[in-house]
């Protein structure tokens, strides 16, 4: 049985192999973003980390953001979200609560209030209902920041969503004037003061 903190390791090497560069492990992903796990456990020992399907299943299982999936007929995983390589998802429109949150740096805001949150690299802008996930994910680049977002006003104005099975709201991009912002921020407070 892994450690916790092997297991965080490998979580977080199957994020990029899953999401960003398969080509790393000699993996390919089909359109929808899925690899058959007996190809994946093949490369993965081929690049020197032996993992068992037990070990596949239990990061699966306990992920914190439940970030992978595995077929309903247990032959291939994917990562729910965050792709950087092309891969249509499959998921369908949906109607999103009144509000949604982001987590994001504070060091990211200034640019947010001229730009609004665009989704960069990946294919989507990720919202989350759940403050803590939003604000475990700003905090993953700096001091966070929570901005609410007015989806339900940008529902109603023609704006889609999509959520994935492990409840992250997807959106192209969310305008400025639809992000509630808090009144500053210290990094912005900072270049006040510079």
């Known amino acids: 049985m892994s450690t916790e903190k092997e297991m965080r390791t490998l979580s977080r090497f199957l994020s990029l192999v899953l999401r960003h560069q398969p080509q790393e492990i000699g993996i390919c992903l089909d359109d929808a973003g899925w690899t058959s796990i007996d190809e994946l456990l093949s490369a993965l020992h081929r690049h020197g980390r032996t993992v068992t399907r037990e070990t596949l299943e239990q990061i699966v299982a306990t992920s914190d953001k439940q970030r992978f999936c595995i077929s309903d007929d247990g032959r291939q995983i994917r990562a729910n979200q965050g792709h950087s390589v092309t891969v249509n998802l499959g998921y369908k429109p949906a109607d999103p609560p009144e509000f949604l949150l982001h987590g994001t740096p504070d ?77 500053s921020t210290r990094a912005e407070s900072t270049m006040l003061t510079d």
Request: hydrophobic share 45%; charged share 25%; net charge positive.
């Open 107 to 183: 060091s990211a805001v200034a640019v947010i209030r001229r730009e609004g949150l665009k989704k960069m690299q990946r294919h989507h802008v990720h919202l989350h209902e759940n403050v803590n996930i939003a604000e475990a994910v700003g905090a993953r680049r700096g001091t966070p920041v929570l901005l609410r977002i007015r989806a339900g006003e940008m529902a109603a104005a023609g704006f889609e969503f999509q959520v994935t099975p492990n409840r992250v709201w997807l959106t192209d991009h969310v305008p400025v004037q639809y992000i509630d912002f808090p009144e």
